[in-house]
């Protein structure tokens, strides 16, 4: 099992930045990818970046060249540094794990950007 606690969501301008945290505990050692996922009420959850655990990333078009994804030298943690945001960045972010077959979900964090 694997547990996801997020944080850093918030309230933003249009054009600032937030970095989102996520903190892995338990079967650490399983966990082959983590990532960032969104989704807004009535559609489906849709990938925003997600690390590989030898860092290969991947990022939706949506948000390439303005988010980063990155883990922190414990392995065990993802940061989303969002920067130059848009009022329809507006959404929950999930962030989660992969562990062979098993894939894990965080709480949800919400971020709003006001325009």
């Known amino acids: 099992q694997v547990q996801l606690v997020e944080s850093g969501g918030g309230l933003v301008q249009a054009g600032g930045s937030l970095r989102l945290s996520c903190a892995a505990s338990g079967s650490i050692f399983s966990i082959n990818a983590m990532g960032w996922y969104r989704q807004t009420p009535g559609k489906q959850r849709e990938l925003v970046a997600t690390?590989?655990?030898?860092?290969?990333?991947n990022y939706a078009d949506s948000v390439k060249g303005r988010f980063t994804i990155s883990r922190g030298n414990d392995k065990n943690t993802v940061y989303l540094q969002m920067s130059s945001l848009k009022p329809e960045d507006t959404v929950v972010y999930y962030c989660?794990?992969?562990?062979?077959?098993?894939?894990?979900w965080g709480q949800g964090t919400q971020v709003t950007v006001s325009s």
């Open positions: 989660t794990a992969v562990a062979g077959r098993v894939i894990y």
């Open positions: 690390i590989t655990s030898g860092g290969r990333t």
